[in-house]
């Protein structure tokens, strides 16, 4: 890993913020690391000071505790998403090589809940944070003067200054899109997930690039929660409507798989009536019928990369962006989907 | 709840166990609830004097910590099996509503990865634990002796004096059979789950008494892990060796979908050629193609049951065996899956 560290701040240092607050620099300790009781009075006038001043801890101050650091803590925004699953199993399995057992915590899709957690797990309970945030750009102010090392995960968006792990959202979308394009599609419509604070999702500038590029005929674009039952609602109402295009980009496995059960519930046929690519590459949507064509997240290089920047060098605080890869499936067209009693296709 | 404590064991105290391993009741305590390092012989001396007397910590001082618990400790056997991630997900809303925050540990399959977690929680990081055992009985001598608030999840062996919640696997296995019948199967096989420690489940004692009760001729049983993939295989199995029944029972709504998948490749209908009823009730089930008809668990009574176990009365220690009901859906034939363009069914 590189260790050049980023020379983004000047040097405020917590004597600066004692001094501006009118308090010791123990008090200043104390109200950043939740590590005792201090009056609320005292506290607003110490963050009051961190903000003015745009304290942040020292970076080495951060790293993970020295003498005994064995747990890591990870908050994620929705615990019921496979993804989600399928990411925290990884971070555990990596944080595990480096003998640190992993707690999960889950937002549950609420920005409030998952300020809270950080409390709970910045003031005692971890040496160290992973965030996949509820948001696309989490709360920096609650999270930055915390001394603790702290890397964003499912981040898109870079952030400087802090450390982050994410894919390329705008490219998986464009792969997919491109994708369908190849199958010989000329219209491609979108199913998009919405998130907690309800800015776009960079996949549908992506699909909307590859429109562009490839010359198609943009579809329906239908916006609904990354759930099962979102999906299936979505898929109600492309039907619904009349308006099912022949090609259908999804923004996760889990719309997919919504997706597919209202087209079946409607007599209607994958690849054949509706060719699907979806997003994330979990589990799920390879043992969906038909499975799933989706542009797959690399789940265990991310996790390890978080795990390694968070332990080895915090003071880094660089995004690192991975690319996504098609997997082929049933769904697009690709492979197919029966192959009556002969031998195993997988 | 009932408050009656059980007067299970006789009056054995912590001096009695200082007294007999030749330490102060201090280090007794450091040795039970690893609150400080303790010397390795010492800690040995400790551990055989309880395990000696059978010593149980006083109910009343396992209570929840007075002053400020704000945090329970869950561990799972398989964060990657949906029933789980809903099983924590209505713990953490039944946490919630006492105002205490949930973590999550995975335990991966792992005997050896829980008992480690097990001490991490006890040491210093929650206020209460609940464990989903990966094994049909959990490892007591590791459990009891910590002056922690327990309650089993997920359990249904009955252990006396410990607090656990569970649902009657036994009772679930027999109504999915028994409905299997009533759809006029004469023979009905089964896929059932491995675990850990490789018990029988008590499913398929269930199954086989429902095929006793009905007469039915038993179909062949298929073993294999709590996942997709075992249900893939299994499904694979039954189809290449001509032995696939005409309607089975599935000990997981895991095991169910992995099978769709393995009927689906071969060009087989759901449930013309073979009908199913799973187990656990979950989300997932109700999203596959078809829609599996499954014995759910009443998950949210038994978060609720669990967490008050933990918080109103871990004294009472005793387990709490709840009844599941049959879902019907399409899979067994109950419903008819294709609805063509009309209306919504759901």
Known sequence: ???????????????????????????????????????????????????????????????????????????????????????????????????????????????????????????????????GSTLAVPDLQALMPREMPLVLLNQFDEIPGVGAVGVDLHEGALIGVEHLADHGHRTVGLISGTTAGGTLDPREAGWRTAIERRGLTPGPIVRETFTLPGGHAAGRWLIETGSLPPALFVSSDQLAIGLLLALHEAGLRVPDDVAIVSFDGTRDGEFSWPPLTSVAQPVRPMARAAVAALIDDPAAARRQLFAPALVRRASCGCVPAVSGTGPARR
Chains 1, 2 share one sequence.
């Open 1 to 131: 890993m590189p260790s050049t560290p980023p020379s983004t701040k000047p040097a405020v240092t917590r004597n600066d913020v004692a001094r501006l607050a009118g308090v010791s620099t123990a008090v200043v300790s104390y109200v950043l690391n939740g590590s005792k009781p201090v009056a609320p009075a005292t506290a607003t006038k110490v963050r009051d000071a961190v903000a003015m001043l745009g304290y942040r801890p020292n970076q080495a101050a951060r790293a993970l505790r020295l003498g005994s650091p064995e747990m890591l803590g990870i908050i994620i925004p929705d615990a019921q998403n496979p993804f989600f699953a399928d990411l925290t199993h990884e971070v555990e399995l990596a944080a595990e090589e480096r003998g640190l057992a992993l707690l999960a915590a889950n937002a549950d899709g609420s920005p409030e809940r998952e300020r809270r957690l950080v409390e709970k797990f910045a003031t005692r309970r971890v040496d160290g944070m992973l965030l």
